[in-house]
């Protein structure tokens, strides 16, 4: 069965230091990959998409994240992370078809 | 505001009881989504329509669960005799095909069943 699977649920981090969030899913052929982000009170946003070409991907607030094919990975990144980074961050996939399938999610919390 | 929106927010019901929640998508979008997120998960799917023809429905899903898109606008959900497991958040989201993947979400509807 298709799946996405998050192995940090939970993650702490002092501001200004690096991010790395584990994504990997299984999925024969065609993947189209993601990251969301949910900010405490608000609704689930998209952070980030992958469907083809570059495998390092950038997206909004400084965020990366890099397909890695013989990995089976789409691992999250930042360099420098702030208190505002506070948030849930869900890794999502589509194989093919128009459902998207989510990660468990990694709550994260960045401490001044 | 243009976003999706969800109505209600909050819904508390006794088991048993029918419950229908309502979405409004992005006007221009013609794809419609429906999850169901629980405590500690990921947003799980549960059905999606493409104007107003259910293409896909998950096999999770009970036949309590129903889901109507009328005329490819607004779209219910709706769960009969509701049970205690059916507490959950649930979360509606669209998209413009063929942007597969590219999801814009309401705030959701939290269902509580005592």
């Known amino acids: 069965a298709q799946s996405v699977s998050q192995h940090n649920h939970h993650v702490i981090l002092s501001e200004a230091a690096s991010l790395e969030l584990g994504c990997n899913y299984s999925?024969?052929?065609?993947?189209?990959l993601f990251w969301y982000v949910q900010y405490p009170g608000q609704h689930l946003q998209l952070l980030l998409k992958y469907f083809s070409g570059d495998p390092l991907v950038k997206g909004i607030k400084g965020f990366e994240a890099e397909f890695i094919k013989s990995k089976f990975s789409f691992n999250l990144r930042k360099p420098s992370v702030q208190w505002s980074d506070t948030a849930e961050y869900f890794c999502?996939?589509?194989?093919?078809?128009?459902?998207?399938?989510f990660g468990t999610g990694t709550q994260l919390k960045v401490e001044l | 505001d243009t976003g999706v929106s969800q109505d209600p927010r909050h819904k508390i019901t006794k088991r048993g009881q029918n419950v229908t929640f309502r979405c409004d998508p992005i006007s221009e979008h013609n794809r419609l989504y429906w999850y169901r997120q629980t405590l500690g998960q990921g947003p799980e799917f549960l059905t999606y329509f493409q104007n107003e023809a259910q293409l896909e429905k998950s096999r999770l899903l009970s036949d309590r669960f129903s889901a109507e898109r009328p005329k490819g606008s607004f779209s219910t959900l709706e769960i009969q005799r509701t049970e205690q497991g059916d507490s959950a958040m649930y979360l509606c989201a669209s998209s413009l095909a063929p942007r597969t993947g590219e999801l814009f979400f309401g705030e959701g509807s939290r269902l509580t069943v005592l």
């Open positions: 999925y024969g052929g065609t993947v189209n």
């Open positions: 999502a996939a589509t194989g093919g078809g128009n459902k998207l399938t």
